[in-house]
């Protein structure tokens, strides 16, 4: 039987599915949740979840596409990210990215923690790498990093802000919004 995503009750299904897999991933690592314990909160039988998603990442990585698309979002409104600015302080923009992985703390620390998805992290830094490279084609280019294709300049960027992001979450104590976006300001404006 093939599943169309146009009726009603699949699409019913669908949310209820991506409610119950967020719910979990904030009570518990992802090591700890298997299909049947989603399949269980949303109250479907498991046969019904393959008939919808390929396996549980693939169900988490739908579940988690809104998070995805914000942080995304986020990262690309920094405006470091296709200029050299020399203002000391941090532009609003980088404090707001921060405030959007604060404000989705579990989720990002389950996510991007050592008992994470490798699936959610490729898919983050895609996401964060395209949101930055349609900012950059926007953006004139010029000295050393007109030499760099753009896609390079976006995976290398995407990259290190993933990774601010991920040790940041993982940091005890874990410094303020203000700290990290001061020093990701810091980074973001280094020559090159």
Same mark, same amino acid.
């Given at each position: ?21 967020? #719910? ?40 988690? #596409? ?8 986020? /990262?690309?409104?920094?405006? /470091? ?44 830094? #895609? ?66």
């Amino acid at each position: 039987m093939a599943v169309r995503a146009e009726d009603p009750r699949v699409r019913r299904t669908r949310a209820s599915l991506r409610a119950a897999a967020l #719910e979990l991933a904030a009570e518990r690592d992802l090591d700890a949740i298997a299909v049947a314990d989603i399949a269980e909160r949303a109250g479907i039988s498991r046969a019904t979840v393959y008939l919808h998603y390929r396996d549980r990442d693939d169900l988490l990585l739908d579940a988690v #596409e809104d998070a995805v698309r914000g942080l995304a979002s986020a /990262a690309a409104r920094c405006p /470091a990210l296709s200029d050299r600015s020399s203002a000391d302080e941090p532009p609003p923009a980088v404090a707001e990215l921060f405030e959007h992985v604060r404000a989705n703390d579990v989720l990002y620390t389950r996510m991007l923690g050592p008992s994470g998805s490798g699936r959610f992290a490729a898919r983050l830094r #895609e996401a964060i790498a395209s949101e930055i490279a349609e900012q950059l084609a926007a953006a004139r280019r010029s000295g050393a990093l007109a030499a760099v294709p753009l896609t390079v300049r976006a995976d290398y960027l995407s990259g290190a802000l993933l990774g601010v992001i991920a040790g940041w979450l993982a940091a005890r104590p874990r410094p303020g919004v203000a700290e990290i976006s001061r020093a990701t300001w810091v980074l973001l404006r280094l020559p090159g």
